[in-house]
């Protein structure tokens, strides 16, 4: 459960967790030395302090990692995974808000138990949320349908993998993570699992606009290069186009017409001058991700573990 400043909800978060384990025990689901894992991202607030509380008070039960900085959620839920991989036979990801129906555990493991290695969860409805991130959302996968992304409509963080896909997702070294589109495009036998999600309890969420913007250009241009193909229409269309006026204004001028069409020409300049700054800035978003992945700089460091 990757975590950032939710001291006002983990309290009720590790107790509710604890009595879905004790459940799954008791049905015979899980291990008895099955736990909670959560990956601190850097909090500034108590939870590290109550992640402590609870680890003191349930060592076998609450485990914890905690990087060194504040990296994002992407690097949060990579660095669980991978400590938890190193423990577990199967990791379960979800949110530490629990706005994701705990409930969904069973089936995943049900799918599990019939030979899926990855399970992973597909929202019913999209719960209480801010209009503008409902339409956002919508523009969002629209786009990524258009580009070809294996990124699905409501596809979340929360799944169920076994060992062996983990162990495939250690294999990928790329800075830019874009965790849902990864576990498409891994393979193994999977299959989605809808579940209904929940308002929060407590806190609010830290995804502001600019952030979902970000992750979204991070999605976009980590698996897809229609961007730049379309670029290339573009320039092919505005190329037919400017040979077109060029013949046209030969022939005008050969029949001795006299050119005309200052506000044309002013239109143009400005209409060709910003669709050249947008494509230099699709191609410099690339460049970018390119120059990001050259440094090879460490994702994330772990300043401290509770295990």
Same mark, same amino acid.
């Given at each position: 459960?990757?975590?950032y400043?939710?001291?006002?909800?983990?309290?009720?978060?590790?107790?509710?967790?604890?009595?879905?384990?004790? &459940?799954?025990?008791?049905?015979g689901?899980?291990?008895?030395?099955s736990?909670?894992l959560?990956?601190?991202?850097?909090?500034?607030?108590?939870?590290?302090?109550?992640?402590?509380?609870?680890?003191?008070?349930?060592?076998?039960?609450?485990?914890?990692?905690?990087l060194?900085?504040? &990296?994002?959620?992407?690097?949060?839920?990579?660095?669980?995974?991978?400590?938890?991989?190193?423990?577990?036979d199967?990791?379960?990801?979800?949110?530490?808000?629990?706005?994701?129906?705990?409930?969904?555990?069973?089936?995943?493991?049900?799918?599990?138990?019939?030979?899926y290695?990855?399970?992973?969860?597909?929202?019913?409805?999209?719960?209480?949320?801010?209009i503008? =991130?409902?339409?956002?959302?919508?523009?969002?996968y629209?786009?990524?349908? &258009?580009?070809?992304?294996?990124?699905?409509?409501?596809?979340?963080d929360?799944?169920?993998?076994?060992?062996?896909?983990?162990d495939?997702?250690?294999?990928?070294?790329?800075?830019?993570?874009?965790?849902?589109?990864?576990?498409k495009?891994?393979?193994?036998?999977?299959?989605?699992?809808?579940?209904?999600?929940?308002?929060?309890?407590?806190?609010?969420?830290?995804?502001?606009?600019?952030?979902?913007?970000?992750?979204s250009?991070?999605?976009?241009?980590?698996?897809?290069?229609?961007p @730049?193909?379309?670029?290339?229409?573009?320039?092919?269309?505005?190329?037919?186009?400017?040979l077109?006026?060029?013949?046209?204004?030969i022939?005008?001028?050969? =029949?001795?017409?006299?050119?005309?069409?200052?506000?044309? @020409?002013?239109?143009?300049?400005?209409?060709?001058?910003?669709l050249?700054?947008?494509?230099?800035?699709?191609v410099?978003?690339?460049?970018? =991700? @390119?120059?990001?992945?050259?440094?090879?700089?460490?994702?994330y460091y772990?300043?401290?573990?509770?295990l």
């Open positions: 459960m990757p975590c400043n939710e001291e006002a909800g983990l309290v009720s978060t590790v107790s509710t967790v604890l009595g879905k384990l004790q &459940c799954l025990r008791n049905e689901k899980i291990a008895e030395e736990a909670m959560f990956s601190d991202d850097g909090s500034r607030d108590a939870t590290w302090s109550i992640i402590e509380s609870a680890h003191k008070k349930y060592t076998e039960e609450v485990k914890a990692v905690k060194a900085a504040n &990296c994002g959620k992407e690097y949060a839920l990579w660095a669980g995974i991978m400590e938890a991989r190193m423990h577990a199967v990791v379960v990801c979800m949110d530490a808000d629990l706005q994701f129906d705990i409930e969904a555990i069973d089936e995943f493991l049900a799918l599990h138990a019939q030979g290695e990855l399970v992973y969860g597909i929202k019913k409805t999209r719960g209480a949320e801010p503008y =991130k409902r339409i956002f959302s919508g523009l969002f629209s786009l990524m349908g &258009c580009l070809g992304s294996p990124i699905q409509k409501n596809h979340t929360y799944c169920l993998m076994a060992r062996q896909v983990c495939a997702l250690a294999e990928y070294g790329e800075t830019n993570l874009i965790f849902r589109g990864l576990l495009q891994l393979g193994f036998k999977q299959c989605p699992c809808y579940f209904e999600v929940k308002d929060r309890e407590a806190g609010q969420s830290h995804f502001s606009p600019i952030k979902l913007i970000n992750l250009l991070d999605a976009i241009t980590s698996f897809s290069i229609a @730049l193909r379309f670029i290339v229409f573009i320039g092919s269309a505005v190329f037919l186009v400017g077109a006026m060029i013949i046209w204004t022939s005008d001028a050969f =029949k001795g017409i006299t050119p005309s069409g200052y506000a044309t @020409l002013v239109c143009s300049l400005w209409f060709l001058g910003g050249g700054m947008v494509c230099l800035g699709v410099g978003e690339y460049l970018g =991700k @390119l120059y990001m992945e050259a440094k090879k700089r460490p994702r772990i300043s401290s573990k509770l």
